[in-house]
């Protein structure tokens, strides 16, 4: 009897022992792994950036400035901005719709509608740009119809607002519909039982509890729409200064062994990446204090 009893209050005091051992706690393997990650961070992200930037002010501030204000950078440069402007606020609209009906509403298909929202990510930028060029090209399946109404989207600016609206349509609704699920809609229908209308249930309730999600999505969306390069290359035609992006023209820059100007078109996307970042970076230590007060 007392062997049983000595056997049982040491199982505790073995639980107890291995229960405080964790993986790195040794601290050769916890130096490793932070020096590794820490180099590997400045090899393969802060080294490439730093490149960028030097390259691009490797001549002087004065070629540097001479080579972004060139017309067709400048061009690209806008239209660029004018395909987020356009973008953005669509897939705005897009993401809160698709998010409210899956997230409020029960009904056949549901699940297949997320799989759709979502399967922009599961295609390469390339494919969708050939799949929107055998849909709407001269040769694709409604080209003679658009043609015989004189209609032309491929090798023409609508066609980058196309394939841009294709490849981030997701990110938007991704963010929003995980939140909404969580929340719930026990506020809204608290809302509408005190006589509340829809759009004063969404803007008094729904959007103030979603608004940094939203803000979120937003800025991942807009961030992919200045970086595409893959499906705007296939529709665009890259003509020069007409349908050539900031991307299409770092390439084409690159193309004329004009190295000093790649770069500097080149540094304006990453200043835009080093800010979308801390914006990122901001929204999220946000929404991480508010988890935390919560």
């Known amino acids: 009897m007392s062997m049983l009893d000595d056997s049982a209050s040491l199982a505790p005091a073995a639980a107890g022992s291995r229960k405080h ?14 020096g590794l990650a820490v180099c ?12 960028i930037l030097l390259q ?10 001479d080579k972004i204000t060139t017309s067709e950078t400048l061009h690209a440069i806008g239209l660029t901005v004018l395909t987020g402007l356009i973008v953005v606020p669509i897939n705005v609209v897009f993401g809160i719709m698709a998010a409210w009906t899956i997230t409020k509403f029960r009904f056949p298909g549901r699940n297949l509608l997320t799989t759709v929202i979502e399967l922009p990510f599961s295609v390469s930028p390339v494919v969708a740009g050939v799949c929107y060029l055998f849909l709407y090209g001269a040769q ?12 032309r989207l491929m090798f023409s600016v609508p066609a980058i607002f196309l394939v841009s ?3 981030t349509a997701p990110f938007v609704a991704r963010e929003l519909i995980p939140l909404m699920q969580t929340q719930g809609s026990d506020e809204e229908e608290a809302a509408i039982t005190l006589g509340a ?31 595409e390069f893959g499906a705007v290359s296939v529709v665009s035609g890259s003509i020069r200064g007409q349908t050539n992006t900031l991307p299409l023209q770092i390439e084409l820059l690159y193309n ?13 996307l990453t200043l835009l990446a080093l800010v979308t970042l801390g914006v990122k970076t901001a929204i999220e230590r946000r929404t991480g204090q508010r988890g935390h007060g919560h």
């Open 21 to 34: 051992v964790r993986v790195g706690d040794e601290k050769w393997l916890r130096r490793s792994l932070i």
């Open 40 to 51: 590997l961070s400045l090899v393969m992200l802060l080294a490439p950036i730093a490149i």
């Open 56 to 65: 691009a002010f490797s001549a002087g501030l004065a070629v540097y400035a």
């Open 140 to 151: 694709g399946l409604l080209g003679p119809f658009l043609e015989a109404h004189h209609i």
């Open 165 to 167: 609206l294709f490849v």
């Open 197 to 227: 209308g829809g759009l004063q249930v969404f803007l008094r309730v729904t959007l103030p509890n979603i608004k940094w999600a939203l803000l979120y999505g937003v800025v991942l969306c807009n961030a992919r729409v200045m970086g």
């Open 256 to 268: 004329d062994y004009d190295s000093v100007g790649a770069f500097a078109a080149a540094s304006i």
